[in-house]
């Protein structure tokens, strides 16, 4: 079960409140002072609830528009019991949700959005630690990015995955089966009764995808950092353990509000380095490197695709899970979890790194045992020897892109075939099922305008559909390239992030149906066969790019995000300010 502190402290030493952040706004005896306390009576506080206790804020992306995240109005609740139980003044702080669900075009184009929110909400509030609630994908790195530019003692309450569903003999798991099936159904193997039978029990409870997609990966990656206290991120979201993890989590924010124990005082860059080894053991999603590289920026560390690579070339990938392997994520909680994963991986994990609870890694997982050794594979009997995500380079890729190669057709992983181009999705949800499409299993399907600034936003397209007249010969894997992102619970032989992507000037604009495309996944290269010439002249005919808005946040947006090499961040966002508060009251 997941670690926490134990209950407080307030019996043993005597802590300074004199120390607390939250004191600079309730010590003074100055008409400021005094209107903040004044409020607080007046919403029913006396002294003794907040005198001398650090504020702990629970920072709370509940949304009725949140799928994910329905718990979370109760799991609010129980961070407070735990808050209180270890001496601390418990505020909730509603923050921006971000649901994959419900959000158009996607929720990537607010990652930054939100991680500004927590940042600055941490900063102008009397805040002496933080505990972050989230867990459907962009709201985990969203809530760290912003929690390490604001430096202020943050604990991760991940929101925990569903449980596993049901249908007939199969067991299905988000996103992933929700493909399949679709696949399924268009090749005229499912009835209409079947298809809503699925959708009836697709989603069997609250909770992020139950597959190893971005919420999962993402929430392991934040316990490999040390935000999160051991075990966190496995639990399911509606089991009792994950009530108790809320309730331990809460206790945990009031330590680190006195320890002040900071993000910086906590992540290295072999914390970071932890996090890329576990995203490719646990065979994670190709949205964790956009998202570690973010994180990474925060803390002023760069993190390049050469060394995500590398690493990928050493990291075995342990996790048999879904949509890389076989299992979902109530299954890896009850084989032992990331615990027991990252002690197998051994020496290739650095155990010496902190963590939020004021212990190393090591310490962490010391106790952690494999249960069933088929979800989590040993060293000697890994799902893959290396290689979870590549990264490609080449004259269509002069930046990079990646691709999960785990969740690659065998036969593909070196291909060339004749391009067959879309160039926006309007277009290619327009064609794709077209009869008339020239377009073969050895065809290179091709997507641009759906990067950063293209769709806008970077969105999920990355997979793009297998052409109906294909699937009902059978086929289920094609190549397919595009300058966007896939979901996490996606698979096929797809080439994603192409940087520069086509809405910023790269070459990926300048290709056409019947060019040909080559792809070495071992060999890490991709390869455009046009000649320099003739790129140069399609050069000199592209239009010049029309700005993306006029005004509103879109336009703040396409003027400052990076693009998918960068992690997507926005420019000004890089780094940190420590400390920084409000001086002029
Ligand atoms: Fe929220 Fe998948 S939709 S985690
Ligand atoms: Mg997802």
């Not at 988000?174 to 679709?182: A, H, L, P, T």
């Not at 206290?229 to 809320?246: F, I, Y």
């Not at 002040?260 to 949205?287: D, M, Q, Y």
Request: proline residues 6%; negative net charge.
């Amino acid at each position: 079960s997941a670690s926490g502190a134990s209950p407080s402290s307030d019996t043993n030493q005597a802590r300074d409140p004199h120390t607390l952040r939250s004191s600079r706004w309730f010590a003074p005896d100055d008409m400021r002072s005094f209107g903040h306390r004044s409020r607080l009576k007046g919403m029913g506080f006396d002294d003794i609830d907040y005198e001398g206790r650090p504020v702990v804020a629970i920072l709370n992306t509940w949304s009725d528009l949140n799928t994910c995240h329905s718990h979370f109005r109760n799991r609010a609740d129980e961070v407070r019991r735990g808050i209180l139980q270890s001496g601390g003044f418990p505020v909730e702080v509603p923050v921006m949700s971000l649901g994959e669900m419900m959000m158009k075009p996607t929720t990537m184009l607010y990652r930054n959005l939100l991680a500004m929110e927590v940042e600055e909400v941490l900063r102008c509030h009397p805040i002496d630690a933080a505990v972050l609630m989230g867990g459907c994908d962009k709201t985990v790195p969203a809530m760290l990015m912003g929690a390490i530019s604001a430096d202020i003692p943050s604990v991760f309450l991940p929101a925990g995955p569903m449980l596993k569903a049901r249908w007939k003999e199969a067991t299905l798991g988000s996103g992933s089966d929700v493909w399949k099936y679709w696949d399924e159904r268009l090749a005229g193997n499912l009835c209409d009764r079947d298809w809503n039978c699925i959708e009836n029990c697709i989603a069997p409870s609250a909770g992020t995808c139950m597959t190893m997609g971005t919420a999962s990966t993402m929430a392991c990656v934040a316990e490999a950092l040390g935000f999160t206290l051991g075990g966190a991120a496995n639990v399911p979201a509606v089991v009792a353990e994950h009530s108790r993890l809320a309730v331990a989590t809460g206790r945990q924010a009031v330590e680190m509000a006195w320890e002040k124990r900071t993000p910086s005082s906590f992540l290295t860059e072999r914390s970071i380095v932890n996090g890329v080894i576990t995203s490719l053991a646990i065979g994670g999603s190709t949205n964790a490197i956009v998202h570690l590289i973010a994180i990474a920026g925060r803390l002023g560390i760069e993190l390049t695709l050469e060394r995500f690579d590398e690493l990928s070339r050493i990291t075995p990938v342990l996790g048999n899970l879904r949509p890389a392997g076989q299992y979902l994520m109530e299954d890896f909680y009850h084989a032992g979890g990331l615990r027991a994963l990252l002690k197998e991986l051994g020496e290739l994990v650095d155990t010496s790194c902190q963590t939020i609870s004021g212990v190393s890694l090591g310490q962490q997982i010391a106790e952690a045992e494999v249960i069933d050794n088929d979800v989590i594979r040993s060293r000697e009997n890994p799902l893959a020897v290396v290689g979870g995500t590549s990264v490609l380079r080449g004259n269509l890729a002069p930046s990079g892109c990646v691709i999960k190669a785990l969740a690659a057709e065998p036969r593909l992983q070196r291909h060339r075939g004749v391009a067959v181009v879309f160039d926006n999705y309007a277009e290619m949800k327009a064609q794709i099922h077209d009869p008339e499409l020239e377009v073969t299993a050895d065809s290179v399907l091709i997507l641009r305008s759906a990067g950063p600034l293209g769709a806008p936003g970077f969105p999920e397209w990355g997979m793009l559909p297998i052409p109906q007249k294909l699937l009902q010969e059978g086929v289920r894997d094609m190549v397919r390239i595009s300058d966007a992102r896939m979901s996490g619970t996606s698979y096929g032989t797809c080439v994603l992030h192409i940087a520069p992507e086509s809405a910023a000037g790269g070459p990926l604009a300048l290709v056409q149906t019947g060019d040909e495309i080559e792809i070495d996944i071992p060999g890490r290269r991709i390869h455009w066969h046009v000649s320099d010439a003739e790129i140069a002249r399609r050069e000199q005919q592209q239009p010049e790019p029309k700005p993306l808005a006029d005004r509103g946040y879109l336009h703040l947006y396409a003027k400052h995000v990076m693009q998918a090499d960068k992690g997507c961040d926005f420019d000004f966002l890089v780094g940190r300010t420590p400390g920084a508060e409000p001086d002029i009251f």
